[in-house]
């Protein structure tokens, strides 16, 4: 009698310890209940906190996840031809345009554009150092150049950030040297901390014969200034008209494809 009681006891330990298991193993609410932990898929987060699928799709999610247009912010005095700029980049009339002295932008336009398969995004600002009657007197555009570029880099937006600054100047219109440093250092150095590339474009050259001479004969003003540039390029931001010289129409066409590798080459993104 006492070994039959034994054995049922037995029985009834058995029973008790192996039915939890088999409800943790299926995986239902049971399982949690009797204190046995139901583990769920691996979650990868990204560095933005966002959450991703399990590791074993992730390659795949973001190979089908196209790249951002390369961010690139335009800027200069008024009449050095940022908007014709981004017209010869496109090849396309984008961005309006003028021949008087005052700009022509009064605030800050964002223009698409694809470059030999590539995505790019070009931001055309007012133009700086208009007087007080002019489109966009010089601190209003001074305020908007700084919020713009304060925008790009402080946002976490997957679509924002700067990959390219472009410091654009006209031969005919330049500013005095002091314009040129106080431009750069307040743009570059302390409201982009110097931590974007930038480059130089020289514009209004089609009368030369060599265009690059230019930049051969200046570049040492702007190096005893401590002014460095990433890479340059000296262009006309002239468009085609009737009965233009060829020799002008070949200088628009080699403008375009230097402008082209200009961003190709130097965008850090």
Not at 29 to 44: C, I, L, T
Not at 150 to 163: C, H, K, N, V, Y
Not at 220 to 242: I, K, N, W
């Amino acid at each position: 009698m006492d070994s039959l009681r034994m054995t049922l006891k037995l029985k009834a330990q058995r029973i008790k310890t192996t039915q939890p298991v088999a409800h943790a193993m299926s995986g239902t609410a049971e399982g949690d209940v009797a204190g046995q932990p139901v583990h769920s898929p691996a979650v990868v987060r990204s560095t933005d906190g966002t959450r991703q699928p399990p590791s074993s799709h992730a390659s795949s999610s973001s190979m089908e996840t196209p790249p951002r247009g390369r961010n690139v912010v335009i800027f200069g005095e008024t009449g050095s031809g940022k908007s014709s700029i981004i017209n010869a980049i496109a090849k396309n009339q984008l961005a309006k345009t003028t021949n008087d002295a005052d700009g022509c932008t009064s605030s800050v336009q964002r223009y698409p554009v694809d470059i030999s398969g590539q995505s790019f995004v070009l931001f055309d600002t007012a133009g700086l150092g208009e007087g007080p009657a002019g489109t966009v007197p010089d601190p209003e555009a001074k305020r908007q150049l700084k919020n713009l570029l304060r925008r790009l880099m402080s946002s976490r937006s997957p679509s924002d950030g700067i990959d390219l600054l472009v410091y654009c100047m006209s031969s005919s219109r330049m500013p005095g040297l002091t314009t040129i440093v106080q431009t750069y250092d307040m743009f570059y150095s302390r409201t982009c901390r110097k931590k974007v590339p930038i480059v130089i474009v020289i514009t209004g050259l089609e009368n030369e014969p060599n265009m690059e001479s230019w930049w051969d004969e200046n570049k040492g003003r702007f190096e005893r200034e401590s002014m460095h540039f990433t890479d340059h390029a000296c262009v006309t931001a002239l468009q085609e008209y009737p009965d233009i010289p060829d020799d002008v129409t070949r200088r628009i066409a080699e403008s375009s494809d230097t402008l082209h590798n200009l961003l190709v080459n130097n965008c850090s993104h």
